[in-house]
């Protein structure tokens, strides 16, 4: 299944990916591993989950993680998307917020 819409090596997905970021959003929600971020409600990808899914297909652990943490939708959290976890205002004012 997941193979009839990805490319079967890195450097074609790395194209697709360049020319369309979002598709990394459909390719996350086919392997269920989309999450909702807990601050901005935003759609993203953990990227430990997706880099686990995709192994199988591409064989190569370091290769798919060099190529997805550079996708926007990428989070290196798994509850909270990428954009806030690059904005450390937004995360500090959210663990006020979990204290209070
Ligand atoms: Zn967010």
Do not use: W
């Amino acid at each position: 299944m997941l193979n009839l819409i990805l490319p079967s090596n890195l450097d074609a997905l790395r194209e697709i990916l360049d020319e369309d970021p979002e598709f990394l959003l459909d390719v996350a929600a086919m392997v269920n591993c989309l999450g909702t971020c807990r601050l901005c409600e935003r759609r993203f990808v953990p990227i430990t989950p997706l880099v686990e899914s995709l192994e199988p297909l591409y064989g190569d652990f370091k290769g798919l993680h060099a190529l997805l943490r550079h996708n926007p939708y990428i989070s290196l959290s798994e509850a909270i998307c990428g954009f806030c976890h690059a904005d450390p205002g937004l995360l500090n004012m959210f663990q006020k917020m979990k204290k209070l």
